[in-house]
């Protein structure tokens, strides 16, 4: 895992590193301008040989100091930058300030309004150092209208427009959230869709949340500027960072290869192990004719590497699932005291109710599968699409239930059922940064439900009762679009519960099968449909060293 910070965890970082001595303002922004020309020069390596031309457009504060940066280092490989300015350059801060007095001895400066068609005749990228982590409110008209004009092709005769290089996030886009400010109640349109962002130091919270990170064709880069082991002792004690309020201080994760050694170590079998010792899960079924979608994650969760796996069926499809299971186990469970006999078997530990359950039968199991297994020291209850949608009338009776082995797996449409008014506060326009994001939702809604919540997504959010959270970025290189196929969530209701089977912690399970649902869709590439999941993990696992 690596840390995603905040755009107050990251100041706070910075601000630590120039108060301790170890580094100046202007040594970071010298940094950063040099890390997005070397980022530039490895995206397009034609751009090395050669002199070209580049748009510099910059900001007011200190992301525009950074754009003076770039102009410069530019021009001294020989390249023709023509810089424009949003607001009065008198009133820069101290080393944007200072940055932009060394370009004035280079080349000029003109205002943002004098952009025109010819503009861009000759220019290899347009740099985009308007606004980056200070943005607070929607960008002014002039610079939105200047971001438009810089990324549209005025009319099918002009040339394209260059690609655009966002410095530390596109502008407009706030970097908590990966919200436009500003934006329409869809906030799904960002000002112009980045060729390259280059951040510094860490990605940002909203880089890996949706709308920011909606785009396949998005490179992100994280250029080192020398504050990267202040970022990793302060993940380990966030508290002992200076100007940080509270509310900062919680993890956020991105989940990632570099904890492979740990993935492969907890997800190997001992050699000493038999069955029993890996856990027995139980996926309940639908009724016949919908039996699909519990074979799906019954089959998940055996490869993810439950001991046993039972389906339990009501009468009416012991048939249809006897039919199509072999390696499963089948046993009978219709309606509540059926579930509660089986559930006395102690060896039973983890379940999983929804996929394909039925909304009726879902508000009569999910009260005795919560009942069974609360208070037990090993008990783990994935709850998705039925068993969340059976309590829109009453979500406050579903979490007075819940316990903490608990994991709700709701996509937006089944969380806007159980907490509509956290949905509504993250579907309403975002006006001021930082915006409510979607990782502030689904903490709210762990906190509310006293459980880990895994809210779905290409940007899926993972957060427990204590307040950290993890997002499963299937974006930039981890793009897995072909997720979005029918039973992909059933088969992710199983990796949760056979990993929950297995003994992990809910938070950890959650995390753990969303990161190999990606890995595993990856890894099979398109045409992937909801059966292949399974069947890939062998290959996800061998990829990893299990
Ligand atoms: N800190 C460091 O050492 C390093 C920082 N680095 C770089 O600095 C960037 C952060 O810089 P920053 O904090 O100056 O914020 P930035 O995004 O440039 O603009 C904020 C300015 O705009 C204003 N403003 C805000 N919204 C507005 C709006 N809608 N319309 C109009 N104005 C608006 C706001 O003032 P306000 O009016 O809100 O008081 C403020 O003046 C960061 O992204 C990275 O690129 C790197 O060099 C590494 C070292
Ligand atoms: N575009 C996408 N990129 C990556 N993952 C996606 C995408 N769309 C959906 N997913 C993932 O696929 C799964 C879909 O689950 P869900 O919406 O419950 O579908 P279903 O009910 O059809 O199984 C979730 O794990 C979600 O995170
Ligand atoms: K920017």
């Not at 069926?313 to 699932?321: G, L, V, W, Y």
Request: glycine share 10%; net charge negative; charged share 20%.
């Amino acid at each position: 895992m690596s840390e995603l910070v905040t755009a107050a965890q990251m100041r706070a970082i910075e601000q630590a590193a120039i108060s301790s001595g170890k580094v100046t303002g202007l040594a970071l922004m010298e940094r950063a301008g040099q890390g997005v020309v070397q980022a530039i020069c490895e995206t397009w390596p034609e751009l090395t040989i050669g002199a070209h031309g580049a748009v510099v457009l910059c900001g007011p504060g200190n992301n525009g100091g950074d754009g003076y940066v770039v102009a410069r280092l530019l021009a001294a490989r020989g390249w023709s930058v023509a810089v424009f300015a949003y607001g009065d350059p008198a009133r820069l801060p101290p080393d944007a300030r200072a940055n932009y007095e060394r370009w004035c001895r280079v080349g000029g400066c003109a205002p943002l309004t004098a952009l025109d068609d010819s503009t861009f005749s000759d220019a290899a990228v347009t740099v985009d150092a308007l606004f980056g982590t200070g943005l607070t409110r929607p960008l002014p008209s002039e610079v939105l209208n200047a971001l438009m004009f810089a990324s549209t092709r005025p009319n099918a005769a002009a040339p394209q427009r260059p690609p655009i290089v966002a410095v530390d996030i596109a502008s407009g886009v706030d970097a908590d959230s990966g919200r436009v400010i500003g934006g329409d109640e869809q906030g799904d349109e960002l000002p112009y869709w980045p060729a390259l962002t280059v951040t510094f130091g860490a990605a940002k919270v909203g880089h890996m949340l949706l709308p920011h990170a909606g785009d396949t064709r998005h490179k992100l880069v994280v250029a080192p500027i020398g504050v990267e082991d202040d970022i990793a002792r302060a993940y380990l004690t966030w508290n002992v960072v200076e100007h940080l309020d509270l509310a900062a201080v919680r993890h956020i994760d991105l989940l990632g290869r570099p904890d492979i050694s740990l993935q492969a170590l907890e997800l190997a079998k001992d050699v000493a192990s038999h069955k029993f010792g890996h856990g027995h899960a139980v996926i309940l079924s639908g009724p016949a004719g919908r039996t699909g979608a519990a074979r799906l994650a019954a089959r998940a969760a055996l490869r993810v590497g439950a001991g046993l796996v039972t389906v339990a069926a009501p009468r009416d499809a012991m048939a249809e699932n006897a039919a199509q299971l072999t390696a499963i186990m089948l046993r009978e469970a219709e309606g509540a005291a059926a579930l509660a006999d089986l559930l006395r078997d102690k060896r039973l530990n983890a379940i999983c109710l929804g996929p394909g359950l039925g909304q009726a039968r879902a508000r009569d199991l999910v009260p005795v599968a919560l009942d069974a297994t609360r208070d037990r020291d090993v008990s783990g209850v994935v709850l998705d699409a039925d068993a969340l949608s059976a309590f829109a009338d009453d979500p406050v009776d579903l979490f007075t239930m819940l316990h903490d082995g608990c994991v709700l797996t709701p996509h937006a449409g089944e969380f806007a059922r159980l907490f509509p008014d956290l949905s509504a506060r993250l579907n309403a326009p975002a006006m001021t940064g930082p915006a409510y994001s979607k990782v502030d939702a689904a903490r709210d809604a762990a906190e509310r439900a006293g459980c880990t919540v895994l809210l779905k997504g290409s940007d899926t959010v993972i957060a427990d009762e204590t307040g950290d959270a993890a997002i499963n970025a299937a974006c930039y290189d981890r793009a897995a679009p072909w997720l979005a196929t029918a039973g992909s969530g059933d088969v992710l209701a199983g990796l949760v519960t056979g990993l929950l089977a297995r003994g992990y912690a809910p938070v950890t399970a959650a995390e753990t099968a969303a990161w190999l649902h990606t890995e595993a869709a990856l890894s099979f590439g398109p045409g992937l449909i909801a059966e292949d999941l399974p069947e890939e993990l062998p290959k996800v696992f061998r990829a990893l060293g299990v």
